[in-house]
DNA sequence: AGCCTTATTTAGAATAATTCTAAGTCTTAA
DNA sequence: TTAAGACTTAGAATTATTCTAAATAAGGCT
């Protein structure tokens, strides 16, 4: 919940200001923006920035396992700096997009029916739906 | 496993010989195409029928609850005619895509977080990986 | 500091999946 | 039969994203 003001480094990669405020953003406001809403963001601290940056940026983080990028359906993807394993739920209310952790000590193979020995490389669990008592 | 002979219906709607052949297809082979390649295969009995009338079958058939459309990633949509809740294994060496059934019994909230009464409208299982003694 | 090499940024063009538009065709129910 | 509406079609438009090529910035080294 607080915000760590360790700066971002990545080793091998220039940590520019560009990189730094769209990691900034991302950390900043955890309310899964998209690619444009980075990029409006940003260009409040940095108005020179281009939107290819913006999305240069959000790659190279994702790549580096900075950031997770989280895909509704087929809008626009959005992204997490949540490191966690965790899934997303849609409120369809609010259209807030919320984090969902996993039970502790659940497996995957605990739900899903997967053969033995199968190696996950990725997991992606989205819900949509709508709180109670709203 | 077995093909049902039975000929599609929905209230309401006209099963032109398009819609049918978009529904076949999908079941003929589950192997989750994309519009494109419905569009390859429905051509081969429907020579005549165009890529937007594909677009509009599936989609219908998806609004109609007769299909689902999977997404991975940011990838083309894929179809698939088997509606039993379910999520999707894409296997990385064979790129083949496979449906995984949820252990029995199993609830949402036996392995989420979500508050209780929380009403799921959309559930998206996607899994990326590789199966064993490849 | 000045110079060199390479990473990064940038604007704009290109791409690709999907949706839209408008016109033509088919179905159905009086 | 005929009118209304449903459906299909070709092609244009849209939109998120990626690509291209030129400009700039960052480091490392002298
Ligand atoms: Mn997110
Ligand atoms: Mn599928
Ligand atoms: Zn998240
Ligand atoms: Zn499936």
Chains 1, 2 share one sequence.
């Not at 940095?46 to 087929?74: D, M, W």
């Not at 984090?99 to 989205?126: M, Q, R």
């Amino acid at each position: 919940m607080s915000t760590s003001t360790d700066t971002l480094n990545i080793p091998g990669l220039r940590m520019t200001k560009q990189r730094k405020e769209v990691y900034r953003v991302l950390t900043e406001t955890r309310d899964h923006p998209t690619a444009a809403d980075v990029y409006d963001r940003v260009k409040l601290s940095t108005p020179g920035i281009s939107l290819a940056t913006v999305y240069n940026c959000l790659e190279t983080l994702v790549e580096h396992k900075a950031v997770k990028q989280v895909n509704f359906e087929r809008e626009s993807s959005r992204y997490c700096p949540n490191l966690n394993e965790h899934g997303h739920f849609h409120d369809e209310i609010t259209g807030t997009i919320h984090d969902i952790k996993f039970k502790d000590g659940i497996k995957l193979s605990d739900f899903l029916d997967i053969p033995e020995d199968t190696h996950i490389t990725n997991l992606d669990i989205t819900l949509r739906g709508i709180l109670p008592k709203n």
